[in-house]
């Protein structure tokens, strides 16, 4: 049996998602971003992820999913996540922390 905390996370989780799909707003901009994106991979170009703190991680694995296998095997496409540490101390200390994303 779920803990009464653990019930409420996933309630809560669950939630926001019904909230998400009733949102014509977010759908729209959901859709939007896909188009994107895709026009971005058809052009022959590639999409850059950065973010800080909680959201690097998320960063890193919105490449992953892009060069790796989301639901079904496909051909790898071009994101690159800007938040590899190596690269992000690096630049900060040759650089300063203002350039971190901006050389990537």
């Known amino acids: 049996m779920l803990s009464d905390d653990l019930q409420r996370s996933l309630t809560e989780a669950r939630n926001a998602v019904d909230r ?7 759908l729209s901009s959901l859709t939007a971003m896909a188009a994107t994106l895709a026009a971005t991979f ?16 998320d960063a890193i694995h919105f490449a ?7 639901r079904k095997h496909r051909k790898a496409l071009p994101v690159i996540a800007l938040t ?8 900060a200390n040759d ?10």
């Open 20 to 26: 998400f799909l009733a949102d014509n707003v977010q």
């Open 42 to 57: 058809r052009a022959g170009n590639k999409v850059l992820a950065c973010g800080n703190g909680g959201s690097a991680c």
């Open 64 to 70: 992953e999913e892009f060069t790796g296998r989301f």
């Open 84 to 91: 590899e540490a190596a690269h992000i101390t690096c630049v």
């Open 95 to 104: 650089y300063g922390w203002d350039e971190v994303f901006a050389r990537g």
